[in-house]
C-alpha cells in the first residue's frame, strides 16, 4: 500500500497552529507551521491506481463471494502529523475557513458554540470534497484520497484504537464488485467510466466524449450478453424438441409382430398413429427455430463487429479514461451528498468529519467494501432473484454499483434502480453509511429500496394494483396505515431477512404470503421452514398447488 513520507518537524514555538489542533496532533513540535500548511505545493503521497471489474451483465448462478479476511496490514498515513497539512494544502481560502472552523469546534465549551460551529463545518467540509474532486485522478495524493473516502480530516479526532481499524481498510479493490468509496466513485464519474447520477435538482451537463462511449460500449456488451442469452435458450429447446422427436421416432418405428409369423409386423397402432401429428408439430417448430435461429446468429454477429469497432476506439484513444470532467466529477458531489443526506435523515447525526464519540471501533460495524460485499453475500443468499433484471425474455445478474458514504445514517438507499437511457442492461445505485448503528440493517434497507424500486417500475402505471408493490401497497391502504408504503416496506423486508428466514414469526400473515410468492426464499430454506411452523406448511402447500396448475 502505498505511504506517506515521514513527518515534518517544527522546533520553533511559534508555529501559528491553534493550540488545541497542536496538542490534538500529539507534539506541539511536530505540528506544521500555519504558512506552509497553505503553500500551492502538491502532496508526495503516493496515488493509488484502483482497477475496477465493471462488467455490466453476469449469470444468474453468480453470487457474491465471501471474503475471509476483510482487513490488511496498515499503512502509516494517519500516524503522521504531515496528514492533515497535504488535506489542506493547495485548496485556497476554504483550506483556512476549515482550519478556524475546526479550532473554535474542538475548544467551544458553551453547547451552543459548539452546535454553531458543528453546522457551519458541514457545509465547509463538502466544499472542500468538491474543489478536491475537480483535480481528481491518478495523480491525487493518498491523504486526499483517504480524507474523500473517510472525512477523516484530523487523525487525533478519533482514538487509535479507530485510527488503526481505518489504516487496516485494504486501499485498493481486490474483489472485482462495484462497490466504490467516494473517492473511486468521483474518478469513475470524472474519466467518464460510469454516468452521473440522475437528479431531479441539477440538468446534467452535456456528456463528454467519454462518458458517451462508454455508454455505447456499456449498451453493447448488454445487448450482446442478451442476444447470447437468447440464442442459448433457443438452442436449449430445440435440443429437447430434438430429443422428443428421436423418442417418437423410436416407438413409431417400433412394430409389434404377428404371434403367428414372426417376420411379419404389424400395422401402425392407435398410439403410434397419435404421434404422426406430433411429429408433424414438432417438425414444424425445428424449422421454424431454425430460421430464427439464422436471424439471431446475424443479429449476435452484427453486435460483434459493433463491438469490435467500439473498442478499438477505446484502445485507439489511450487517454479514454485518463481525461477527467471536471464539472460532472464536481456535479456528483452534490448528488453524493444527497444521498448522505437521505442515509442520515432529519433526525440523524449529520456531523460531516469521522469523530470518536459518533462511531464504533469494531472491524464488523463500519462499512468497508468488504464488510458490506459479505452482507450483500448473506442478503442474497437468502433472496436469490435480488439482482435479476428481465430484458427481452432474458434474465440477467445485473449487480447495482455500490457507493459507501463517510456519514452516520442508519439506512441506506437505492438512489436509482437503473438509469433513466438504459433500463436494460444498465446498473442502479444504491448508497451505504459506513458509520451506522447496524451495518446490517443499513444494507438490507438498501436492498428492500432497491426490490421495492424496481417491481414499481415494472408495474408501471399499475404499482398498486399488481405485482409485489400491488399486493402489498393493498394491504397497507386495508389496514389504513399511515406514512410512507415504502418505509412500511422496507422495514418488514428488513424482517423479512433477519427473522422470518430464521423461522420467527414477526411479519403480518398476508405480508408474510407476499413476500413468500413475490421474493421467495431459495427451495432449500423453503424445504427447511415448512417444518418450523403451520404458516410455513400453508405456504409450502400453496407454493406446490400453484406448480401443479401452472399457474405459479
Request: hydrophobic share 30%; net charge negative.
Amino acid at each position: 500500500m502505498a505511504g506517506t513520507s515521514g513527518p515534518s518537524r517544527n522546533t520553533g514555538s511559534s508555529s501559528g497552529i491553534d493550540p488545541d489542533l497542536a496538542d490534538l496532533l500529539g507534539n506541539s513540535d511536530s505540528a506544521p507551521d500555519f504558512d506552509e500548511l497553505f503553500d500551492s505545493g502538491q502532496s508526495e503521497s503516493d496515488s493509488t491506481d484502483t482497477d475496477y471489474n465493471t462488467q455490466p451483465l453476469g449469470s444468474t448462478e453468480k453470487r457474491f463471494e465471501k471474503i475471509e479476511n476483510p482487513f490488511g496490514e496498515p499503512h502509516d498515513s494517519f500516524a503522521s502529523a504531515s496528514y492533515y497539512k497535504q488535506i489542506l494544502t493547495g485548496e485556497g481560502d476554504i483550506s483556512k475557513r476549515i482550519h478556524s472552523l475546526l479550532g473554535s469546534f474542538l475548544k467551544a465549551e458553551d453547547p451552543q458554540d459548539r452546535s454553531m460551529y458543528r453546522g457551519k463545518l458541514g457545509p465547509a467540509i463538502w466544499e472542500l470534497v468538491s474543489r478536491i474532486a475537480a483535480q481528481a485522478g491518478s495523480h491525487l495524493g493518498l491523504e486526499k484520497r483517504l480524507f474523500q473516502r473517510f472525512h477523516l480530516l484530523l487523525p487525533t479526532m478519533v482514538s487509535p484504537e479507530q485510527r488503526d481499524l481505518l489504516a487496516r481498510v485494504p486501499v485498493r479493490n481486490q474483489t472485482g464488485e462495484p462497490v466504490f468509496y467516494v473517492d473511486e466513485w468521483l474518478e469513475q464519474v470524472g474519466s467518464g467510466r460510469v454516468n452521473q447520477s440522475a437528479t431531479d435538482e441539477t440538468k446534467l451537463h452535456a456528456r463528454s466524449q467519454n462518458e458517451k462511449l462508454n455508454s455505447r460500449l456499456e449498451k453493447t456488451r448488454g445487448r450482446r450478453q442478451a442476444q447470447e442469452q437468447l440464442i442459448r435458450n433457443k438452442i436449449d429447446e430445440l435440443q429437447t424438441i430434438e430429443y422428443r422427436l428421436s423418442q417418437l421416432v423410436k416407438e413409431i418405428t417400433s412394430h409389434e409382430t404377428r404371434s403367428d409369423m414372426e417376420d411379419m409386423i404389424l400395422p401402425y397402432s392407435d398410439t403410434q398413429k397419435s404421434g404422426f401429428s406430433e411429429v408433424s408439430s414438432i417438425m414444424r417448430r425445428m424449422s421454424n427455430l431454425g430460421r430464427e435461429l439464422e436471424r439471431d446468429y446475424r443479429d449476435l454477429d452484427t453486435l460483434l463487429d459493433e463491438l469490435k469497432e467500439l473498442s478499438e476506439q477505446s484502445e485507439e484513444n489511450e487517454d479514454v479514461f485518463e481525461t477527467m470532467d471536471v464539472k460532472a466529477t464536481v456535479a456528483e458531489v452534490g448528488t453524493v451528498r444527497q444521498m448522505a443526506k437521505l442515509c442520515v435523515g432529519r433526525q440523524g447525526n449529520h456531523f460531516p468529519l469521522v469523530y470518536k464519540q459518533y462511531f464504533k471501533a469494531s472491524s464488523y460495524d463500519i462499512g468497508t467494501r468488504e464488510n458490506v460485499i459479505n452482507i450483500l453475500a448473506d442478503v442474497e443468499k437468502l433472496d436469490p432473484e435480488l439482482f435479476h433484471r428481465t430484458f427481452k425474455q432474458q434474465t440477467n445478474r445485473i449487480v447495482p454499483n455500490v457507493i459507501l458514504l463517510p456519514c452516520y445514517g442508519d439506512s441506506g438507499v437505492c438512489w436509482e434502480p437503473f438509469e433513466r437511457l438504459n433500463r436494460a442492461t444498465s446498473r442502479g445505485r444504491l448508497a451505504i453509511p459506513m458509520f451506522p448503528k447496524d451495518l446490517k440493517v443499513a444494507v438490507i434497507s438498501a436492498c428492500a429500496d432497491l426490490r421495492w424500486q424496481v417491481a414499481k417500475e415494472k408495474a408501471a402505471h399499475y404499482w398498486m394494483e399488481e405485482g409485489l408493490t400491488g399486493w402489498y401497497y393493498q394491504w397497507f391502504s386495508e389496514r389504513k396505515m399511515k406514512g410512507d408504503v415504502k418505509d412500511k416496506f422496507i422495514e418488514d423486508y428488513v424482517l423479512w431477512i433477519t427473522k422470518e428466514s430464521e423461522g420467527t414469526q414477526k411479519l403480518d400473515r398476508e405480508v408474510r404470503s407476499v413476500f413468500w410468492r413475490y421474493m421467495p426464499f431459495p427451495q432449500e430454506l423453503r424445504d427447511t421452514l415448512k417444518n418450523r411452523g403451520f404458516v410455513y406448511q400453508e405456504l409450502y402447500k400453496k407454493d406446490q398447488n400453484r406448480a401443479m396448475s401452472d399457474g405459479y
